[in-house]
């Protein structure tokens, strides 16, 4: 177990702060900065929509799904819904 | 700073639950609540998450206020509940419980290294409870803008809310979203359930079956691998694994108490996941088949977990929340079951394997296995058959719903298989040491029957 734990630690604390902010979108291989950019136009309670096309299928949800699911979680306290006139978009390169 | 805070939070936890104890029966004197103190950190834990989570509906917020509240009222009332009781007297710890205590520490403090400096990156980790937790924060409630918002059902709505609650205590008392920290709050998880088995089980066990116990567990690869995850699974482990045990030392003891304990437990994990609904039902349906003379305990504490879920259930109603990955009322569509009934064997096997896999969880279940064996040989009857009936009956309830789901069963198995196991897992470890003691006591006194009748 401990080299696991080793190989962790050694992984992880080289990680700065915007990394480690952005490592969930990283391991989605998920472009972070048009997220970064329009969250900090957004306020609290503030509704926007996310426009995204459906991108490849998964095993479960399609890619297009998961940058809603990362939307929404990454621009609270604003809140998602399905038309707004904020509109966060994403394209798949 | 934060750290401070999260570990302060803990703290007040820590209180709220010593304070519990006296209330529960856990302890009836000062003597009684030192010896029994193990169980105080995660009765805390499960308390603060059961009122905060039905808070949350109802529009309260839960942070220091709360927090402070809960453990001031809690502490009041047990120390009255304690007062002119015999003083606790302490006992000089044997060389092996010392041992054991020093090298539990020293693995938790080198896991702390790696907890510390986690990202919170994993699907589950932040599209469900981070997403939720900090909901809770932002907006102060359950608000269904979020809860029961159409845009947010990839979040498993459905899903109750003791670990969002409890991960929104820490967000309030850090003052901040802070998903580094975060990951502390998992550890001490398997801190309060590391304790919590002690304190239940250090009387009736040697220290020889119990320390060796406690180690193999913070020792399994999938533990450690899986709390550093922020998924729910190993802290709904843990809190269904005290409840496994406590129910245990209640079949073999009658001290209400421990049902009192399994009872709190039992809530906490059916407040957890959708799954720690049907870990709960299997360790009910478990009791009342060894312990069926002594139905109507059984049917209060299982009422009382009933109440526990209802206001979250009734929240669910209103809102018309549903389970975005099966629903068990599938398995009434005959059109649908009839073409994958072939699935129900495969997964059995698949978690089967899961289970026994040495390099997740080392030798915990065959053990299990074999001291289950050994507990029917020697005569024992409510305990092993308590421990075979919620094994087996959580074991096919997984495996079903991998047949009623509309995914494709064999991605959803895979992407599953190895953390939904882990209540099944630890329970049993947590089992181990009470059936090892009681197929060792039996054995060697084979007219020997336990308090609780057999």
């Known amino acids: 177990v401990l080299p696991r734990v080793e190989d962790g630690i050694a992984r992880d604390s080289q990680l700065t702060d915007v990394q480690r902010r952005q490592a969930a979108a990283v391991r989605l291989k998920l472009d972070p900065r048009p997220f970064d950019t329009f969250r900090a136009t957004l306020r609290p309670r503030e509704r926007y929509a996310v426009d995204v096309p459906p991108g490849e299928q998964g095993p479960f949800i399609t890619k297009g799904e998961v940058v809603r699911a990362y939307s929404a979680f990454v621009f609270l306290p604003a809140i998602q819904v399905r038309t707004a006139d904020r509109v966060f978009r994403y394209r798949f390169r | ?454």
């Not at chain 2, 509240?69 to 809690?74: F, K, T």
């Not at chain 2, 009255?80 to 054991?100: E, K, S, V, Y």
């Not at chain 2, 907890?115 to 608000?143: H, M, Q």
């Open chain 2, 1 to 454: 700073m934060r750290t401070v805070a999260l570990l302060a939070a803990n703290a007040l936890m820590l209180c709220a639950g010593l304070g519990l104890l006296p209330l529960l029966g856990v302890a009836r004197s000062w003597r009684e609540l030192l010896a029994r103190s193990g169980l105080g950190y995660l009765c805390g834990l499960v308390a603060a998450g059961i009122v905060a989570s039905n808070l949350a509906l109802v529009h309260v917020s839960f942070g220091w206020i709360g927090l402070a509240l809960l453990a001031s009222l809690s502490l009041a009332l047990g120390t009255w509940q304690l007062r002119g009781t015999a003083r606790p007297a302490l006992r000089r710890p044997t060389w092996l419980g010392g041992a054991a205590v020093a090298a539990l520490v020293a693995l938790l403090v080198e896991y702390g290294r790696a907890f510390a400096v986690a990202p919170l990156n994993r699907y589950d980790a932040w599209a469900i409870w981070a997403l939720k937790g900090r909901s809770l924060y932002e907006f102060g409630w359950a608000d269904p803008v979020v809860f029961a918002g159409h845009e947010y059902r990839f979040a498993n709505l459905d899903y109750p809310l003791w670990l969002p609650s409890l991960e929104a205590i820490d967000f309030r008392a850090m003052g901040a979203f802070d998903t580094r920290l975060l990951h502390l709050q998992f550890l001490l998880f398997l801190v309060a359930g590391l304790a919590a088995l002690a304190g239940l089980l250090r009387e009736r066990v040697p220290a020889l079956l119990l320390w060796p116990t406690l180690i193999a567990i913070a020792l399994a690869p999938a533990v450690f691998d899986q709390l550093l995850t922020a998924y729910a699974d190993i802290p709904l482990a843990l809190v269904f694994a005290v409840g496994v045990a406590a129910a245990g030392r209640w079949l073999i003891t009658n001290e209400r108490w421990s049902l009192g304990v399994a009872t709190l437990c039992f809530a906490g994990a059916a407040l957890t996941k959708n799954e720690g609904l049907l870990f709960v039902a299997a360790a009910f349906l478990g009791l009342f088949a060894a312990a069926y003379s002594r139905w109507r305990a059984l049917a209060v504490a299982a009422a009382v977990d009933v109440l526990v879920l209802l206001p979250w259930k009734v929240y669910v109603r209103i809102y018309d929340l549903h389970d975005i990955n099966y629903s068990l009322t599938d398995t009434f569509d005959l059109g649908h079951v009839g073409g994958r009934l072939g699935v129900g064997p495969i997964a059995f096997r698949t978690l089967g394997r899961e289970m026994i896999d040495p390099l997740a969880w080392g030798l915990i279940v065959p053990l299990f296995i074999v001291l289950v064996a050994a507990a029917l040989v020697s005569g024992l009857r409510t305990l092993p058959l308590y421990a075979l009936v919620w094994t087996i009956v959580s074991w096919l309830g997984l495996s079903w719903i991998y047949v009623v789901t509309h995914f494709e069963y064999s991605s959803y198995l895979d992407s599953t298989k190895a953390r939904v196991i882990a209540s099944i897992v630890l329970g049993s470890a947590a089992l181990i040491p009470l059936l090892a003691a009681e197929t060792w006591a039996s054995s060697r006194d084979p007219g020997r029957l336990p308090t609780g009748g057999g």
